[in-house]
């Protein structure tokens, strides 16, 4: 890609400019945390006005690629972790298959009554009068990653306990060894939605910000749902792959 700007393109001039340094970004140039120049620099290096370099560096920290620090300037955000779209994994897996320590924050664990949503995702009776539910925070290198609500249809016999949890950290884990449950199978949606205070709070960015939101259905080996899960991933710092053929 060309680092210049070119007048006669077609594209707005704050995007050619947004592309630029997403390309340095992407190939190493601009690395995670490191400042980018400033709009002086910008100014005299492309020949683009105050205003084209502000609108190319609002549009890369919408997307993720930038963020502000105030007081101190905008920064190259870390790489978003990657997630295949086809894999059935939990987050723990996914921490450490990209070289993060995976580690959780337990909001509640507990017994509720299902909402009718969630008694729908696990094929329950309609007088089914309680699921387990556990709300956390997912974190990676200590970084809060998703916020993670989770429900639960297992049988009366089989309980998690927090310190299980605060143990092993992965459910997936507790289910297989405690009760020989593994899951193999997931229906999943994905779609994006804007952090309410809460949220934002819970995952240390701005109200409004951009969320991804993974809704997930698990089937056991049995072919029987057990596991219905909410997981709002912060859009900077997540994204979906997925490899088409034809």
Not at 121 to 126: F, I, V
Not at 161 to 168: F, K, S, V
Not at 181 to 188: G, Q
Request: with cysteine.
């Amino acid at each position: 890609m060309p680092e210049i700007i070119d007048p006669n393109d077609y594209l707005p001039r704050y995007y050619q400019l947004a592309n630029i340094l997403r390309e340095q970004i992407a190939n190493g140039k601009l690395e995670a945390h490191q400042p980018i120049p400033s709009e002086r620099q910008l100014e005299k290096i492309y020949s683009v006005s105050r205003t084209t370099i502000r609108q190319a560096i609002d549009l890369l920290v919408r997307q993720g690629f930038l963020y502000r620090e105030h007081g101190r300037g905008t920064f190259v955000s870390p790489q978003k972790l990657q997630k295949g779209i086809s894999e059935l994994t939990s987050f723990t897996e996914d921490m450490k298959q990209r070289g993060l320590t995976p580690g959780q924050k337990i909001l509640e664990i507990g017994y509720v009554q299902p909402p009718e949503k969630v008694r729908q995702h696990l094929e329950l009776p309609e007088d089914t009068s309680q699921v387990l539910l556990i709300e956390r925070i997912r974190l990676g290198d200590g970084v809060p990653m998703g916020l993670q609500t989770s429900y639960y249809c297992l049988a009366d016999e089989q309980t998690i306990t927090r310190e299980e949890l605060e143990e092993h950290g992965s459910i997936y884990k507790i289910l297989q060894e405690k009760f020989h449950l593994i899951p193999t199978e997931a229906d999943e949606t994905l779609e994006v939605t804007l952090a309410t205070p809460r949220e934002a709070t819970l995952l240390q960015i701005e109200p409004g910000s951009p969320l991804l939101l993974s809704e997930r259905t698990t089937y056991s080996q049995y072919r029987r749902v057990f596991e219905f899960v909410k997981i709002l991933y912060r859009g900077d710092r997540y994204r979906y792959i997925a490899k088409l053929t034809r």
